[in-house]
């Protein structure tokens, strides 16, 4: 059985302060995909990242940065210098090939920056 | 990527009555998913729509409360059944195009 464990159901900070949102996985597959999404009071779920099992390599898009560890099942992401308009839920997800296409939802992380 | 458009985008509807949603896709697809989000929840698997075949449903969901049609390879609808205010909840459907799972914009539903 898959499972994705979003443990911060919310969290707050004030703007321009780096935020770190958990994320931790279990599958029994060796290949599978990971993914961030941002759902924003309008609904529509925005894609934010996907990555493999097996590039570990951390990645940076402007302000987003996201930390991959196969050793303890965690894909992290961490927003530098938060604005308002980070405010919304962020889900993370798990995607594996025995279940391809059928993607697996942590319970989601809602944050709210202050300005 | 792939383009999804999804409609209604919203509806209230009276309890006791039906609603179907549309699924279309900008280019052929095998699999196509509805995920439900009950308000203030996680995304849930209705059901995988099967092009040719019945849909397969997962545990909690049944396809008398859930029908769901597939005609062909770019399009899906699913109808909830008999509403009651606890179907409130956000709909979306989902397509897979190796190895990406696309979403589209939701369907936001109001039971009263």
């Known amino acids: 059985a898959q499972k994705v464990t979003q443990a911060q159901t919310e969290i707050s900070v004030v703007e321009k302060e780096d935020v770190t949102l958990d994320c931790v996985y279990e599958?029994?597959?060796?290949?599978?995909?990971l993914f961030w999404y941002k759902q924003p009071p309008s609904g529509e779920l925005v894609f934010l990242i996907r990555?493999?099992?097996?590039?570990?390599q951390n990645e940076i898009s402007g302000r987003y940065s996201w930390n991959f560890q196969k050793s303890t099942s965690s894909f992290n992401f961490t927003i530098t210098a938060s604005q308002v308009v980070d405010s919304a839920v962020y889900f993370c997800?798990?995607?594996?090939?025995?279940?391809?296409?059928?993607?697996?939802f942590g319970d989601g992380t809602t944050l709210t920056v202050k300005p | 990527s792939a383009v999804i458009s999804q409609k209604p985008s919203r509806d209230i509807c009276q309890r006791g009555t039906s609603l179907t949603i549309q699924c279309q896709v900008d280019?052929?697809?095998?699999?196509m998913f509805w995920y439900r989000q009950q308000p203030g929840q996680s995304l849930t698997l209705i059901a995988t729509?099967?092009?040719?075949?019945?849909?397969?449903?997962e545990s909690g969901f049944v396809i008398d409360k859930f029908p769901i049609s597939r005609p062909n390879l770019t399009f899906s609808t699913l109808t909830v059944s008999n509403m009651s205010p606890e179907d409130s909840s956000i709909y979306l459907c989902?397509?897979?195009?190796?190895?990406?799972?696309?979403f589209g914009q939701g369907t936001r539903l109001t039971v009263v």
């Open positions: 989902s397509v897979y195009r190796d190895p990406e799972a696309f």
């Open positions: 599958t029994r597959d060796t290949t599978y995909y």
């Open positions: 990555r493999n099992s097996f590039d570990e």
């Open positions: 997800a798990l995607q594996s090939n025995t279940n391809a296409g059928k993607s697996t």
């Open positions: 280019s052929q697809v095998t699999m």
């Open positions: 729509a099967n092009q040719g075949s019945e849909a397969t449903y």
